[in-house]
């Protein structure tokens, strides 16, 4: 396609855009109320449409909707976040503690992430030194769910404790699959324009020039 | 913050959005002249937005300006992708040979981007299960530089073709750095619909409906 032909993306376009990955927030409160019919079908139209090594499409979602399934899951969750309280440093064990570090009790969409390990898709290409980039591409989908799903105002919340083998046993995946995440949508019970992690103390971001060297 | 002060975004802004995501590309053709004073590092404020686990923002931007560094990751990939060439299947080879991975002898921007091992910011938090989730931390934040990118017209090559110790010991990071990926920014010598892996007939891209299972 010619130059004339790409999409011009002006500069209102790109303030709203900077509102959004700045706004984007990891939600963890939900209504319980179901996402529209189709709303996530589309989203993950999106998400299909992601960067990947060798367009190698490896990421696989599961769409988890059965009651014991999703029961075992939270199950996991509350065992590998008991394990992980455990393990915090006795000052700030009782910050972790307050801490709603999931949505899966109310979230009306849990959808799981995996990548498949060696996709034939792609033939192998970007990815001889480099494997992990299988799992980064996956990565990135969900990246371009969240802020696809964030611009309909639809809230995303990442559950990474969890124990990836318990997953797969869970979901009935093939156990070649590498788990990336478990991720909760549905509309936020509020916005917040500060991460909860901030809020609450726990942690605070900071700036850039802190991240970058020059060689 | 009240739900009330959230960002709005309309139509228009997602249907925009939608362009950005279909028409991102992987860019492997630049010009040579270098991006406006200071638009780089307004990139890089937006990506250092991302998402991280436990809101450790692991991400390490690395930018490589000194020509021999420079000279010596370009030597690293053509050893890399000779060795990737050889491993190719007979059929394949010759379709390998004539595609253009790189865009490392043009792009006026070269940015290596690391994974700080085991932070100490966000104390740990969500990361005991699944301590990848720092690598997946910086491959959002790489999204985020892509997409703000090709917001502002700028083109981001993504080169994975690259062996990860030797890219360490050219740039002199820390050992326990993780290297994510070595880009290549500048402005695009044109722009294209498809991605260029299926012009050439390498690979094309599958519906969704073959990446998603319900459970």
């Not at 318990?166 to 324009?193: K, M, N, Q, S």
Request: net charge neutral; proline share 7%.
């Amino acid at each position: 396609m010619p130059k004339a032909d790409a999409p011009r993306f002006d500069e209102a376009f790109r303030a709203d855009l900077r509102a959004l990955f700045r706004w984007r927030r990891d939600v963890r409160h939900f209504r319980r109320d179901p996402l529209p019919e189709g709303l996530l079908e589309r989203l993950l139209e999106l998400a299909n449409l992601a960067p990947s090594v060798g367009l190698s499409q490896p990421w696989r979602f599961v769409l988890v909707e059965d009651p014991a399934r999703r029961a075992a899951i939270r199950a996991d969750f509350a065992r590998c976040n008991a394990a992980a309280l455990a393990g915090q440093a006795e000052e700030r064990a009782g910050l972790y503690a307050g801490l709603k570090l999931a949505g899966l009790e109310e979230a009306p969409c849990h959808l799981a992430l995996f990548a498949e390990g060696d996709p034939t898709q792609g033939h192998g290409l970007g990815r001889e030194t480099m494997p992990e980039t299988v799992a980064y591409s996956a990565v990135m989908a969900l990246h371009t769910l969240w802020l696809a799903a964030r611009a309909e105002g639809v809230g995303l919340g990442w559950v990474s404790i969890l124990d990836p083998a318990a997953v797969r046993r869970v979901l009935d995946v093939p156990g070649d699959w590498l788990f990336i995440g478990y991720l909760c949508l549905g509309w936020p019970e509020a916005e917040e324009a500060s991460p909860e992690l901030e809020r609450l103390g726990w942690e605070k971001r900071r700036p850039i020039a802190e991240r970058l060297l020059r060689r």
